[in-house]
């Protein structure tokens, strides 16, 4: 699973945020289930930025949002993110995509 949580920082608060987002992915990445990630910082509009991680599935990354230390040393900066859809499903070549279909 793929999570792109993209965000909007004022020029004069990028010195605090590049520590604040880099922390979050170190404390996201010590979590069970996670594969990899990056920070970005969009190259014709230096105010948005991106965290991506990759997750072993949804569960996984639900999971990791909810422990303590994410919680108490990134739940602040990710709560800056913009108010969008993050998760989505990796796309495969010949593989089937999940069905949208409401829990029951």
């Known amino acids: 699973m793929l ?5 909007t920082v004022d020029p004069a608060e990028e010195a605090g945020f590049r520590p604040a ?3 979050a992915l170190v404390v996201l990445s010590e979590q069970r289930g996670y594969v990899d990630g990056t920070v970005g910082r969009n190259v014709d509009d ?3 930025w991106v965290l991506q991680t990759r997750w072993e599935g949804p569960g996984a990354y639900r999971r990791a949002l909810s422990a303590y230390d994410v919680k108490l ?3 602040e900066t990710l709560g800056r993110a913009l ?3 993050t998760a989505y499903e990796v ?3 010949g593989e089937a995509l ?3 279909r409401p829990r029951g």
């Open 3 to 7: 999570v792109l949580t993209r965000f």
């Open 21 to 23: 987002i880099e922390e």
């Open 46 to 48: 230096p105010t948005l």
């Open 73 to 75: 040393r990134a739940w």
């Open 83 to 85: 108010d969008e859809p």
């Open 91 to 93: 796309v495969r070549p």
């Open 98 to 100: 999940n069905e949208a």
